[in-house]
């Protein structure tokens, strides 16, 4: 599978601070999918980004893919309570016909925790 | 829709034993995935099933794991002669299989299995 490294590995703010983390890759992406986890939860799914350069925004959430596909960050603005878990990336795969091809490699993940 | 369930939710067992879980995906899903996660990790690809076809094992899967998904409904994992090593979280997902990009998954609750 595709390696992904996720940076920071922890993330400590204030409420209503901004917070980012990035993925990074080695090789190029056919596309991404990030999810969020809560504490003692199950991994739930934010966005998939596909295009070189696609910016999405959900709320507060803006998520990107880099030109070349190699790497993606999500940014919170004004973090609440809330946002408190681990944000995961995951890379997917396509095969040379352009065919899901389901299995997802997860980063190591980011631990986001904000402070009231 | 009652989403991904999966049972038991948790399980500790002696060091030797065998144990079965199983995963319910949401009704026409035909992909399921099963994947393992530790503390402090993202979840890690185990097998995953187009409708009752399994399509892919991680070599990291040893031979004491077998999945099954006999009529392309619900899934069972089985881990015989359990060993402390096992001791994580097991996490279903389900998703839609649609053309030309990675599906969405959709995870379970997990199972937590602890081998003492």
């Known amino acids: 599978g595709q390696q992904v490294m996720q940076i920071p590995q922890y993330q400590h703010v204030q409420e209503g601070e901004d917070f980012t983390t990035y993925c990074n890759s080695s090789t190029t992406l056919s596309n991404i999918q990030w999810y969020k986890q809560r504490p003692g939860g199950h991994p739930v799914f934010l966005i998939q980004l596909v295009k070189s350069g696609e910016v999405k925004k959900q709320k507060r959430l803006t998520f990107q893919f880099g030109e070349a596909k190699k790497n993606s960050s999500l940014h919170i603005t004004a973090t609440q309570t809330t946002d408190v878990g681990t944000y995961f990336c995951a890379p997917g795969l396509l095969n040379a016909g352009g065919t899901s091809y389901g299995k997802l490699t997860f980063g190591q993940g980011t631990i986001l925790t904000v402070h009231p | 829709d009652t989403g991904v369930s999966q049972n038991p939710r948790h399980k500790i067992t002696k060091r030797g034993q065998n144990v079965t879980f199983r995963c319910d995906p949401i009704?026409?899903?035909?992909?399921l995935y099963w994947y393992r996660q530790t503390l402090g990790q993202g979840p890690e690809f185990l097998t995953y099933f187009q409708n009752e076809a399994q399509l892919e094992k991680s070599r990291l899967l040893s031979d004491r794991f077998s999945a099954e998904r006999p009529k392309g409904s619900f899934s069972t994992l089985e881990i015989q002669r359990t060993e402390q090593g096992d001791s994580a979280m097991y996490l279903c997902?389900?998703?839609?299989?649609?053309?030309?990009?990675?599906?969405?998954?959709?995870f379970g609750p997990g199972t937590r299995l602890t081998v003492l």
């Open positions: 009704s026409e899903h035909n992909r």
């Open positions: 997902a389900s998703s839609p299989r649609w053309f030309g990009s990675t599906d969405t998954q959709y």
